[in-house]
Protein backbone atom coordinates (compact mmCIF):
# COMPACT_ATOMS: atom_id res chain seq x y z
CA UNK A 1 0.00 0.00 0.00
CA UNK A 2 1.79 3.40 -1.23
CA UNK A 3 1.58 5.81 1.51
CA UNK A 4 1.85 8.89 -1.35
CA UNK A 5 -0.75 9.41 -2.99
CA UNK A 6 -1.82 10.87 -6.81
CA UNK A 7 -5.05 12.10 -7.75
CA UNK A 8 -5.63 8.77 -9.36
CA UNK A 9 -5.32 6.69 -6.47
CA UNK A 10 -7.07 9.13 -4.24
CA UNK A 11 -10.06 8.37 -6.73
CA UNK A 12 -9.47 4.42 -6.76
CA UNK A 13 -9.21 4.93 -2.55
CA UNK A 14 -12.57 6.63 -2.65
CA UNK A 15 -14.12 4.33 -4.79
CA UNK A 16 -12.80 1.47 -3.26
CA UNK A 17 -14.69 3.35 0.56
CA UNK A 18 -10.85 3.33 1.95
CA UNK A 19 -10.52 7.13 1.77
CA UNK A 20 -13.54 8.95 2.18
CA UNK A 21 -11.64 12.48 3.97
CA UNK A 22 -9.38 14.94 3.33
CA UNK A 23 -7.45 17.57 5.24
CA UNK A 24 -6.20 20.44 3.31
CA UNK A 25 -3.80 21.98 5.16
CA UNK A 26 -1.61 25.55 5.46
CA UNK A 27 1.42 26.08 7.79
CA UNK A 28 0.76 28.90 10.08
CA UNK A 29 3.10 31.49 11.63
CA UNK A 30 3.82 28.87 14.51
CA UNK A 31 4.27 25.84 12.06
CA UNK A 32 0.74 24.22 12.91
CA UNK A 33 -1.49 22.47 10.45
CA UNK A 34 -4.48 24.97 9.85
CA UNK A 35 -7.36 24.24 7.27
CA UNK A 36 -10.44 22.20 6.48
CA UNK A 37 -11.46 18.72 6.51
CA UNK A 38 -13.02 18.23 2.86
CA UNK A 39 -15.39 14.85 2.10
CA UNK A 40 -13.04 13.25 -0.49
CA UNK A 41 -15.64 13.32 -3.52
CA UNK A 42 -16.07 17.41 -2.98
CA UNK A 43 -11.93 17.11 -3.14
CA UNK A 44 -11.61 15.41 -6.18
CA UNK A 45 -13.93 17.17 -8.08
CA UNK A 46 -13.45 20.91 -6.80
CA UNK A 47 -11.32 21.46 -3.97
CA UNK A 48 -8.54 19.86 -6.00
CA UNK A 49 -7.60 22.91 -7.63
CA UNK A 50 -7.98 25.42 -4.88
CA UNK A 51 -9.89 26.65 -1.62
CA UNK A 52 -9.70 29.86 0.57
CA UNK A 53 -9.21 30.36 4.52
CA UNK A 54 -9.35 33.73 6.17
CA UNK A 55 -6.26 35.69 6.13
CA UNK A 56 -6.20 36.33 9.97
CA UNK A 57 -4.44 32.79 9.93
CA UNK A 58 -0.78 34.38 9.36
CA UNK A 59 -1.48 37.21 11.23
CA UNK A 60 -2.61 35.49 14.82
CA UNK A 61 -0.48 34.41 17.85
CA UNK A 62 -0.46 30.91 19.72
CA UNK A 63 -3.90 31.85 21.23
CA UNK A 64 -4.86 32.71 17.85
CA UNK A 65 -5.76 36.79 18.77
CA UNK A 66 -6.35 39.14 16.37
CA UNK A 67 -3.51 41.22 16.76
CA UNK A 68 -3.63 44.85 15.24
CA UNK A 69 -0.64 46.45 13.76
CA UNK A 70 0.09 44.16 10.85
CA UNK A 71 0.23 45.31 7.19
CA UNK A 72 -0.66 42.09 5.20
CA UNK A 73 -4.38 42.28 7.33
CA UNK A 74 -6.23 43.57 9.90
CA UNK A 75 -10.19 45.21 10.94
CA UNK A 76 -9.98 47.97 8.53
CA UNK A 77 -9.27 45.58 5.67
CA UNK A 78 -11.46 43.82 6.37
CA UNK A 79 -9.53 40.05 7.43
CA UNK A 80 -10.33 38.60 3.85
CA UNK A 81 -8.96 35.23 2.38
CA UNK A 82 -5.87 33.93 1.43
CA UNK A 83 -6.06 31.04 -1.46
CA UNK A 84 -4.98 27.68 -0.63
CA UNK A 85 -4.18 25.67 -3.30
CA UNK A 86 -3.15 22.02 -3.15
CA UNK A 87 0.66 21.13 -3.45
CA UNK A 88 -0.56 17.34 -4.75
CA UNK A 89 3.27 16.17 -4.24
CA UNK A 90 2.34 16.19 0.01
CA UNK A 91 -0.53 14.43 -0.69
CA UNK A 92 -0.82 11.14 1.63
CA UNK A 93 -2.34 8.85 4.01
CA UNK A 94 -2.57 9.68 7.49
CA UNK A 95 -2.66 6.09 9.02
CA UNK A 96 -3.69 7.34 12.39
CA UNK A 97 -7.08 8.74 11.34
CA UNK A 98 -9.60 6.56 9.81
CA UNK A 99 -9.89 7.18 6.68
CA UNK A 100 -8.46 10.08 5.88
CA UNK A 101 -5.63 11.67 3.45
CA UNK A 102 -3.47 14.89 3.76
CA UNK A 103 -1.98 17.43 1.94
CA UNK A 104 -0.32 20.59 2.36
CA UNK A 105 -0.86 23.61 0.24
CA UNK A 106 0.96 26.50 -0.75
CA UNK A 107 -0.96 30.27 0.29
CA UNK A 108 -1.65 32.79 -2.61
CA UNK A 109 -3.46 35.70 -2.80
CA UNK A 110 -6.40 36.54 -5.58
CA UNK A 111 -4.05 36.86 -8.07
CA UNK A 112 -2.00 33.77 -7.38
CA UNK A 113 0.57 35.18 -6.43
CA UNK A 114 2.69 33.78 -3.25
CA UNK A 115 2.02 35.55 0.04
CA UNK A 116 5.35 36.42 0.92
CA UNK A 117 5.05 35.93 4.65
CA UNK A 118 3.76 32.63 4.70
CA UNK A 119 6.31 30.02 5.46
CA UNK A 120 6.31 27.69 2.92
CA UNK A 121 6.98 31.05 0.86
CA UNK A 122 9.70 32.08 2.64
CA UNK A 123 11.45 28.82 2.78
CA UNK A 124 10.85 28.12 -1.01
CA UNK A 125 12.25 31.54 -1.73
CA UNK A 126 15.59 30.86 -0.08
CA UNK A 127 15.91 27.44 -1.90
CA UNK A 128 15.09 29.14 -5.34
CA UNK A 129 18.26 31.41 -4.80
CA UNK A 130 20.39 28.60 -3.98
CA UNK A 131 18.98 26.20 -6.76
CA UNK A 132 19.74 29.54 -9.31
CA UNK A 133 23.78 28.68 -8.25
CA UNK A 134 23.11 25.08 -8.83
CA UNK A 135 23.27 23.95 -5.43
CA UNK A 136 20.69 21.99 -3.67
CA UNK A 137 20.11 22.07 0.17
CA UNK A 138 19.68 19.06 2.25
CA UNK A 139 18.44 19.43 5.83
CA UNK A 140 16.94 17.40 9.01
CA UNK A 141 15.52 18.58 12.59
CA UNK A 142 15.81 16.57 15.09
CA UNK A 143 12.88 16.83 17.21
CA UNK A 144 12.51 16.15 21.06
CA UNK A 145 9.52 16.54 23.18
CA UNK A 146 7.80 15.31 26.48
CA UNK A 147 5.33 12.70 27.26
CA UNK A 148 3.13 12.26 30.09
CA UNK A 149 0.79 10.00 31.55
CA UNK A 150 -2.58 12.41 31.51
CA UNK A 151 -4.70 13.50 28.69
CA UNK A 152 -4.54 17.06 26.68
CA UNK A 153 -7.93 17.87 28.90
CA UNK A 154 -6.74 16.49 32.01
CA UNK A 155 -3.50 18.29 32.27
CA UNK A 156 -5.27 21.86 30.99
CA UNK A 157 -8.01 21.07 34.00
CA UNK A 158 -4.73 20.94 36.49
CA UNK A 159 -3.76 23.87 35.36
CA UNK A 160 -0.68 22.21 33.86
CA UNK A 161 0.06 21.33 37.35
CA UNK A 162 1.26 17.83 38.86
CA UNK A 163 2.04 16.05 35.61
CA UNK A 164 2.74 12.98 35.25
CA UNK A 165 5.81 12.12 33.17
CA UNK A 166 6.20 8.86 30.64
CA UNK A 167 9.35 7.58 33.06
CA UNK A 168 10.87 8.88 36.53
CA UNK A 169 14.03 9.08 35.68
CA UNK A 170 16.45 10.31 33.07
CA UNK A 171 16.45 8.12 30.45
CA UNK A 172 18.14 8.89 27.70
CA UNK A 173 19.10 5.50 25.30
CA UNK A 174 17.82 3.68 28.02
CA UNK A 175 15.92 0.77 26.52
CA UNK A 176 14.43 -0.60 28.99
CA UNK A 177 12.86 2.32 29.72
CA UNK A 178 11.36 3.21 26.36
CA UNK A 179 10.10 -0.35 25.96
CA UNK A 180 7.57 1.20 28.71
CA UNK A 181 6.47 3.87 26.26
CA UNK A 182 6.21 1.59 23.38
CA UNK A 183 2.65 1.87 23.31
CA UNK A 184 2.69 5.75 21.95
CA UNK A 185 6.08 5.67 20.55
CA UNK A 186 5.71 2.78 18.44
CA UNK A 187 2.46 3.88 17.24
CA UNK A 188 4.42 7.25 16.20
CA UNK A 189 7.15 5.35 14.39
CA UNK A 190 4.73 3.29 12.14
CA UNK A 191 2.49 6.23 12.30
CA UNK A 192 4.65 8.62 10.03
CA UNK A 193 6.05 5.76 8.41
CA UNK A 194 2.84 4.70 6.78
CA UNK A 195 1.96 8.44 5.91
CA UNK A 196 5.42 8.57 3.69
CA UNK A 197 7.78 10.11 6.08
CA UNK A 198 11.14 7.92 6.31
CA UNK A 199 11.69 6.88 9.91
CA UNK A 200 15.34 6.59 11.26
CA UNK A 201 14.54 6.22 14.81
CA UNK A 202 13.28 6.70 17.87
CA UNK A 203 15.27 7.06 21.43
CA UNK A 204 14.94 8.23 25.26
CA UNK A 205 16.16 11.75 25.53
CA UNK A 206 18.17 12.99 28.73
CA UNK A 207 15.42 14.16 30.97
CA UNK A 208 12.39 12.04 32.55
CA UNK A 209 9.72 11.59 30.03
CA UNK A 210 11.75 12.90 27.32
CA UNK A 211 11.68 11.65 23.36
CA UNK A 212 13.43 11.92 20.56
CA UNK A 213 12.24 11.23 16.74
CA UNK A 214 14.18 11.56 13.92
CA UNK A 215 13.27 11.46 10.12
CA UNK A 216 15.50 10.76 7.31
CA UNK A 217 17.48 13.79 5.81
CA UNK A 218 16.03 15.36 2.54
CA UNK A 219 15.12 18.45 0.46
CA UNK A 220 14.77 21.41 2.50
CA UNK A 221 11.55 22.05 1.88
CA UNK A 222 10.22 18.42 1.96
CA UNK A 223 12.22 18.23 5.63
CA UNK A 224 10.03 21.41 6.60
CA UNK A 225 6.82 19.70 5.46
CA UNK A 226 7.56 16.53 6.99
CA UNK A 227 8.26 18.39 10.59
CA UNK A 228 4.91 19.96 10.37
CA UNK A 229 3.07 16.46 9.58
CA UNK A 230 5.28 14.38 11.95
CA UNK A 231 4.56 17.28 14.97
CA UNK A 232 0.79 17.00 14.34
CA UNK A 233 0.89 13.22 14.38
CA UNK A 234 2.59 13.29 17.80
CA UNK A 235 0.05 15.14 19.29
CA UNK A 236 -2.77 13.84 17.48
CA UNK A 237 -1.37 10.04 17.94
CA UNK A 238 -0.64 10.46 21.68
CA UNK A 239 -4.08 11.70 22.46
CA UNK A 240 -5.67 8.48 20.42
CA UNK A 241 -3.42 6.55 23.36
CA UNK A 242 -4.79 8.51 26.26
CA UNK A 243 -1.73 10.72 26.49
CA UNK A 244 -0.30 14.09 26.13
CA UNK A 245 2.85 15.22 24.70
CA UNK A 246 4.60 18.93 24.95
CA UNK A 247 7.04 21.06 22.39
CA UNK A 248 7.59 23.57 24.84
CA UNK A 249 11.57 24.61 24.15
CA UNK A 250 11.68 24.72 28.52
CA UNK A 251 8.46 22.92 29.89
CA UNK A 252 9.87 22.46 33.42
CA UNK A 253 12.71 24.65 35.51
CA UNK A 254 14.00 21.07 36.83
CA UNK A 255 13.78 19.39 33.14
CA UNK A 256 15.88 19.48 30.00
CA UNK A 257 15.40 21.50 27.55
CA UNK A 258 13.56 20.35 23.85
CA UNK A 259 15.77 21.00 20.78
CA UNK A 260 15.09 21.05 16.85
CA UNK A 261 18.74 21.02 16.02
CA UNK A 262 19.23 21.68 12.19
CA UNK A 263 21.30 19.59 10.35
CA UNK A 264 22.44 21.11 6.77
CA UNK A 265 24.61 20.33 3.77
CA UNK A 266 24.77 21.61 0.09
CA UNK A 267 24.78 19.31 -2.85
CA UNK A 268 24.73 19.71 -6.67
CA UNK A 269 21.92 18.64 -8.92
CA UNK A 270 23.79 16.50 -10.21
CA UNK A 271 24.05 14.52 -6.12
CA UNK A 272 27.90 15.23 -5.55
CA UNK A 273 28.32 16.41 -1.71
CA UNK A 274 29.75 20.23 -2.11
CA UNK A 275 30.63 20.48 1.24
CA UNK A 276 33.18 18.19 0.77
CA UNK A 277 36.73 18.21 0.03
CA UNK A 278 39.32 15.55 1.31
CA UNK A 279 42.32 17.87 0.56
CA UNK A 280 41.56 20.42 2.94
CA UNK A 281 41.59 20.07 6.72
CA UNK A 282 38.08 18.04 8.11
CA UNK A 283 37.21 17.19 4.27
CA UNK A 284 35.48 20.86 4.56
CA UNK A 285 34.96 22.52 1.05
CA UNK A 286 35.81 26.05 0.64
CA UNK A 287 32.11 26.71 -0.03
CA UNK A 288 31.61 24.94 3.14
CA UNK A 289 33.65 27.05 4.84
CA UNK A 290 31.91 30.35 3.46
CA UNK A 291 28.71 28.98 4.28
CA UNK A 292 29.68 27.85 8.38
CA UNK A 293 31.06 31.43 8.45
CA UNK A 294 28.09 32.89 7.19
CA UNK A 295 26.04 31.25 9.80
CA UNK A 296 28.44 32.47 12.69
CA UNK A 297 27.92 35.69 11.42
CA UNK A 298 24.61 36.19 11.56
CA UNK A 299 24.21 33.80 14.21
CA UNK A 300 22.26 37.01 16.05
CA UNK A 301 20.51 37.64 12.87
CA UNK A 302 18.50 34.44 12.99
CA UNK A 303 18.13 33.51 16.60
CA UNK A 304 14.73 34.86 16.65
CA UNK A 305 13.56 32.57 14.14
CA UNK A 306 15.18 29.18 16.04
CA UNK A 307 13.95 30.64 18.83
CA UNK A 308 10.48 32.24 18.82
CA UNK A 309 9.15 32.59 22.00
CA UNK A 310 9.90 33.64 25.35
CA UNK A 311 10.10 30.01 26.98
CA UNK A 312 12.30 29.57 23.83
CA UNK A 313 14.99 31.40 26.01
CA UNK A 314 14.58 29.16 29.22
CA UNK A 315 16.40 26.70 27.62
CA UNK A 316 19.90 28.19 26.88
CA UNK A 317 21.23 26.85 30.11
CA UNK A 318 25.00 25.52 30.52
CA UNK A 319 25.61 22.38 31.15
CA UNK A 320 22.28 20.97 29.84
CA UNK A 321 23.94 20.61 26.42
CA UNK A 322 21.78 23.66 24.85
CA UNK A 323 24.15 26.12 23.45
CA UNK A 324 25.11 29.17 24.92
CA UNK A 325 27.37 29.97 22.61
CA UNK A 326 27.61 30.38 18.80
CA UNK A 327 30.78 28.60 17.92
CA UNK A 328 31.77 26.05 15.62
CA UNK A 329 33.14 22.90 16.65
CA UNK A 330 34.41 19.36 16.00
CA UNK A 331 31.78 16.94 17.54
CA UNK A 332 31.30 19.15 20.29
CA UNK A 333 28.29 19.09 22.18
CA UNK A 334 28.58 22.51 23.80
CA UNK A 335 28.74 24.25 20.76
CA UNK A 336 26.46 25.86 19.17
CA UNK A 337 27.52 24.57 16.02
CA UNK A 338 28.53 21.13 15.32
CA UNK A 339 30.63 19.80 12.52
CA UNK A 340 29.25 15.91 11.83
CA UNK A 341 30.41 13.59 9.59
CA UNK A 342 34.10 14.74 8.88
CA UNK A 343 35.90 13.40 5.82
CA UNK A 344 32.74 11.99 4.65
CA UNK A 345 30.53 12.09 2.09
CA UNK A 346 27.87 12.87 5.22
CA UNK A 347 29.92 16.20 6.40
CA UNK A 348 27.50 18.42 7.61
CA UNK A 349 26.82 21.34 10.05
CA UNK A 350 24.01 20.69 12.65
CA UNK A 351 22.87 24.27 14.47
CA UNK A 352 21.87 23.08 18.14
CA UNK A 353 20.66 26.33 18.28
CA UNK A 354 16.71 25.83 17.30
CA UNK A 355 13.88 24.66 20.45
CA UNK A 356 11.48 21.84 19.73
CA UNK A 357 9.16 25.01 19.73
CA UNK A 358 10.09 26.75 16.47
CA UNK A 359 8.56 27.06 13.02
CA UNK A 360 10.65 24.70 10.43
CA UNK A 361 10.37 27.16 7.52
CA UNK A 362 11.28 29.64 9.10
CA UNK A 363 14.14 28.13 10.99
CA UNK A 364 15.38 26.51 7.46
CA UNK A 365 14.88 29.87 5.47
CA UNK A 366 16.97 31.74 8.37
CA UNK A 367 20.08 28.92 8.14
CA UNK A 368 19.76 28.45 4.31
CA UNK A 369 19.97 33.04 4.20
CA UNK A 370 22.48 33.31 6.26
CA UNK A 371 24.82 30.34 4.82
CA UNK A 372 24.56 32.36 1.42
CA UNK A 373 25.39 35.41 2.63
CA UNK A 374 28.84 33.50 3.82
CA UNK A 375 28.66 32.25 0.80
CA UNK A 376 28.24 35.37 -1.20
CA UNK A 377 30.41 37.47 0.44
CA UNK A 378 32.79 34.64 0.81
CA UNK A 379 33.38 35.16 4.42
CA UNK A 380 36.21 33.71 5.84
CA UNK A 381 35.63 31.07 8.22
CA UNK A 382 37.04 31.38 12.14
CA UNK A 383 39.40 28.71 13.89
CA UNK A 384 37.13 25.67 15.55
CA UNK A 385 36.65 26.21 18.98
CA UNK A 386 38.32 23.95 21.17
CA UNK A 387 37.20 22.71 24.60
CA UNK A 388 34.07 23.50 26.80
CA UNK A 389 32.06 26.31 25.16
CA UNK A 390 30.42 26.83 28.72
CA UNK A 391 33.22 28.43 30.23
CA UNK A 392 34.34 30.31 27.47
CA UNK A 393 34.39 34.07 28.38
CA UNK A 394 35.29 35.31 25.38
CA UNK A 395 33.24 33.35 22.85
CA UNK A 396 30.35 34.59 21.05
CA UNK A 397 26.88 34.38 22.80
CA UNK A 398 23.59 32.85 21.64
CA UNK A 399 21.30 35.95 22.63
CA UNK A 400 19.28 35.17 25.80
CA UNK A 401 16.29 36.47 25.75
CA UNK A 402 13.66 36.97 23.04
CA UNK A 403 13.28 40.91 23.63
CA UNK A 404 17.39 41.10 22.55
CA UNK A 405 17.10 38.53 20.06
CA UNK A 406 13.98 40.43 18.14
CA UNK A 407 15.97 43.77 18.03
CA UNK A 408 18.63 41.75 16.30
CA UNK A 409 16.46 40.47 13.75
CA UNK A 410 15.03 44.11 13.12
CA UNK A 411 18.32 45.02 12.47
CA UNK A 412 19.09 42.83 10.20
CA UNK A 413 20.31 43.79 6.60
CA UNK A 414 21.54 40.42 5.54
CA UNK A 415 17.73 39.19 6.50
CA UNK A 416 15.57 42.49 4.82
CA UNK A 417 17.55 41.43 1.50
CA UNK A 418 17.02 38.04 1.99
CA UNK A 419 13.34 37.82 2.79
CA UNK A 420 12.17 41.44 2.34
CA UNK A 421 11.63 44.56 4.64
CA UNK A 422 7.49 43.38 4.77
CA UNK A 423 8.89 39.63 5.55
CA UNK A 424 10.97 40.83 8.11
CA UNK A 425 9.01 43.50 9.79
CA UNK A 426 5.31 40.92 9.90
CA UNK A 427 7.80 38.33 12.14
CA UNK A 428 9.22 41.18 14.16
CA UNK A 429 5.95 42.86 14.91
CA UNK A 430 4.68 39.09 15.67
CA UNK A 431 7.68 38.34 18.31
CA UNK A 432 7.45 42.05 19.80
CA UNK A 433 4.01 41.11 20.59
CA UNK A 434 4.86 37.81 22.29
CA UNK A 435 6.84 40.04 24.62
CA UNK A 436 3.88 42.23 25.04
CA UNK A 437 1.89 39.82 26.41
CA UNK A 438 4.33 38.21 28.63
CA UNK A 439 5.40 41.48 29.84
CA UNK A 440 2.01 42.20 31.82
CA UNK A 441 1.85 38.75 32.43
CA UNK A 442 1.91 37.77 36.42
CA UNK A 443 3.65 34.36 36.91
CA UNK A 444 3.09 31.82 39.41
CA UNK A 445 7.00 32.32 39.99
CA UNK A 446 6.14 36.24 41.16
CA UNK A 447 2.90 35.09 43.31
CA UNK A 448 4.74 32.13 45.21
CA UNK A 449 7.84 34.59 45.64
CA UNK A 450 6.39 37.69 46.86
CA UNK A 451 2.67 37.42 48.13
CA UNK A 452 3.91 36.86 51.75
CA UNK A 453 7.16 38.36 52.01
CA UNK A 454 7.29 41.30 49.63
Known sequence: MNAMLTLDDLKEEFTAGSIDT?????????GRLMGKRFHADYFINHAVEETHSCNYLLATDLEMETVEGYKSTGWEAGYGDYVMKPDMSTLRRVPWLEGTALVLCDVLDHDHNPIPHSPRAILRKQIDRLTA???QPMMATELEFFLFDQTFAEACQSGYRDLKLASAYNEDYNIFQTTKEEGVIRAIRNGIYGAGITVECSKGE???GQEEINVK????LTTADQHSIVKNACKEIAWANGKSVTFMAKWHSDASGSSSHV???????????????????????????????GLLAHADDVTC?????????KRFQEGTFAPTKAVWSLDNRTAGFRLCGEGTKAIRIECRIGGADLNPYLALAGQLAAG???????????????GDAYASEHARRVPDTLRVAV???DQSTMLREAFGDDVVDHYVHAARWEQKQHDKCVTDWETARGFERS
Open 263 to 293: HQSMWSAAGKPLFLDESRPHGMSELMCHYLA
Open 217 to 220: YDKA
Open 372 to 386: MAGIEQKLELEPEFV
Open 305 to 313: LLAPYINSY
Open 22 to 30: VLVCMVDMQ
Open 133 to 135: LGI
Open 206 to 208: ASA
Open 407 to 409: EKM
